[in-house]
């Protein structure tokens, strides 16, 4: 994808935006900018790629270990860590388990709010981050499709912007609730559907050395998908949180001078979906 092919469409959802919403005063606005952009799209900046280069998720958080806990303007980590740590809070008494903790950020918050917390990832690398940041926690090494920990050993279970690198989320799904103990609460978060299946948002990082910027891999998960693998695992919904782009979000996202087009085309858009879940308690 091209970046005006891009700008294009952000201008097309910003026109449909406008125009569901009878804001028919700044029509014309965007209809000429999207017009400057056709016009100019085989000219730099508009004939410059977006897509970048791609790494799985093992290679990608191997070379982002080390820089992903310096980027205090990620928009996704700050729309989703109030949402879920305030559901956190809520968890029945007894251990938490962080599954995919990454660098521990979730662990850290669990462990100072005075919890016993076990995290599990698949990078040692991340681990070895998390291990530096939170000394105290009992840290394995792990996949979400076989965590290595006992059925029903935990009142509360947080998985936090990983389930989106799945394909297929069920049987991720299916071992988070495995572990989990009836009456216990599980706390998913991941980027929200629209973001990723319609506006290619992606988990970017920069590699060493030349500063190449560099996506890990992401699948758009529908609602539809979420509840038929919580039903599946035996799990009840109990609530279902969508944070929403601010204005000065909106426009922050905003390239090469299109901040009024991205503020009518983004604002109110949800970018991270948050779940909470239970297990429901043995009625025998």
Partial sequence: MKQGHYLLGIEGLALLRAGSSRRSESLDERVTEAAGIAARIGEPPFSDLRELPSRDTGAG?????????????????????????????DVPPGPVLDAACGTGRHTAYLSTAGRKVTGVDASPEMLARARERVPGAELIEGDLTALPVADASFAGVVCALALAHLPDM?????????????????????????????????AVYVEAGEGQRVTIQEYAHMHSDY?????????????LV???LS????????????EDAFEQALTGLPAVIVWEVERQASTG
Avoid: C, M
């Avoid at 988070?176 to 319609?198: C, D, M, Q, W, Y």
């Fill in 61 to 89: 958080y191997a070379a982002w270990a080390e820089s992903y806990d310096d980027q205090p303007d990620n928009d996704t980590i700050a729309a989703e860590e109030p949402v879920v740590r305030a559901l956190l809070d």
């Fill in 170 to 202: 069920r049987p991720a799904i299916a071992e988070l609730a495995r572990v989990l103990r009836p009456g216990g609460r599980l706390v998913i978060s991941n980027p929200h559907p629209l973001a990723t299946g319609l506006l290619s948002w992606r």
């Fill in 247 to 258: 204005a000065a979000e909106a426009r922050e996202r905003a390239k090469h001078g299109y």
């Fill in 242 to 244: 969508e944070p929403q």
């Fill in 227 to 239: 509840v038929g693998g919580f039903a599946a695992a035996g799990l009840t919904v109990r609530r």
